[in-house]
């Protein structure tokens, strides 16, 4: 199983579940399931609770001006863009609650724990050593994948719109001084953004387990 995120040749939840699924002692390996299973269910949670928060925010986006400050209308792209990341932020929400549901019945049968672990992984014939299935491994991770994808998707569409409103328009043409509030906020926001995405990238290189970043 190789590159599940952008900083690590195998990613750390993959691990956790090839050494669950190849544990000898029964009650090491159950204790390992266990804190598998409560683990994941609180981060389907926290996943759930910031997809409602992101679809709220992206729904009120509906009331943003057709027209921007330079006479232009509102790109087409941009509400497009909006509209699908609401769409995300809503499925990220649904697949969190359904994945959460499953646990909870896995865990209420009495052979829940090891339901848990043969929906997880499959046998290899080779050494009889059980390797996590790639399918199981990357749905466990469509909730949050769908939340990355809903807010990527606002930060574009909110830079397109900012930038086509620092354009020439209707309400600006070419000959007036293209340097005025709108271009100036535009050039902040740019800037902010790439601060951000700088940070954002440098954290998830600290956290990685490798000492350089690996993409």
């Given at each position: ?9 195998t ?34 949670k926290f996943?759930?609770?910031l ?10 986006t ?13 790109p087409w ?22 994945q ?50 809903s807010?990527l ?6 830079t ?43 954290s ?12």
């Open positions: 199983m190789k590159h599940f995120n952008f900083f690590e040749g990613s750390t939840g993959c691990d956790t579940i090839i050494q669950m699924l190849n544990e000898d002692d029964k009650k090491v390996k159950d204790e390992m399931t266990k804190n598998w299973r409560n683990h994941k269910l609180e981060e389907l996943v759930g609770t997809g409602a928060l992101l679809a709220s925010c992206l729904s009120s509906s009331s943003w001006p057709d027209v921007l400050p330079n006479g232009k209308s509102k792209l941009v509400r497009g863009m909006l509209y699908s990341g609401l769409i995300l932020a809503l499925f990220s929400v649904v697949v969190a609650g359904i959460s549901m499953r646990l909870h019945r896995l865990s209420a049968h009495p052979d829940g724990l090891e339901l848990i672990r043969h929906s997880l992984g499959r046998r290899r014939r080779s050494d009889n050593k059980a390797l996590p299935s790639w399918l199981h491994v990357y749905a466990w991770e469509f909730s949050l994948a769908f939340l990355v994808l807010v998707f606002m930060v574009i569409a909110t397109i719109l900012i930038w086509s409103a620092a354009a020439y328009g209707p309400w600006k043409p070419e000959g007036s001084n293209w340097w005025e509030a709108n271009a100036k906020m535009a050039v902040l926001f740019t800037s902010v953004l790439a601060l951000a995405v700088v940070f954002l990238i440098l998830q290189g600290a956290l990685s387990k490798s000492n350089f970043f690996r993409i």
